[in-house]
Nanobody, 126 residues
Framework: QLQLVESGGGLVQPGGSLRLSCVAS???????VGWFRQAPGSGREGVAR????????WHADSVTGRFTISRDNAKNTVYLQMNNLKPEDTSVYYC????????????????????WGQGIQVTVSS
């Protein structure tokens, strides 16, 4: 079964940048991949999604213009470039993958039958 491992998190000052990576144990060319985050006491919210081909993406309003999702299927890796980070971005970030037959779909939600990574902490603080 596909396994996902996140990396690249940590502590950063407001206005700083981080790049998260989600590395899969096998090919992800048949999967939509999304990044989600969950702060203490809150539900898991979608941050960004990318289609199988990488040609279509979606970003939450709260991160549009600051975060960018991308994927490299040859490396079985999905990235989340996070710029101009704010304290409210502090959360545990998870990547998730959902198998789909639709090459350009970006539909993935926390309630779907997804494969999840273990999560990684991002803390934005001075």
């Amino acid at each position: 079964q596909l396994q996902l491992v996140e990396s690249g998190g940590g502590l950063v000052q407001p206005g700083g940048s981080l790049r998260l990576s989600c590395v899969a144990s096998e090919s992800i060319h048949s999967y939509i991949v999304g990044w989600f985050r969950q702060a203490p006491g809150s539900g898991r919210e979608g941050v960004a999604r990318v289609s199988r081909s990488g040609g279509r993406t979606w970003h939450a309003d709260s991160v549009t213009g600051r975060f960018t999702i991308s994927r490299d299927n040859a490396k079985n890796t999905v990235y989340l470039q996070m710029n101009n980070l704010k304290p409210e971005d502090t959360s545990v970030y998870y990547c998730a993958a959902k198998r789909t037959a639709y090459r350009e779909s970006t539909i993935i939600s926390p309630s779907d039958d997804n494969i999840w990574g273990q999560g990684i902490q991002v803390t934005v603080s001075s």
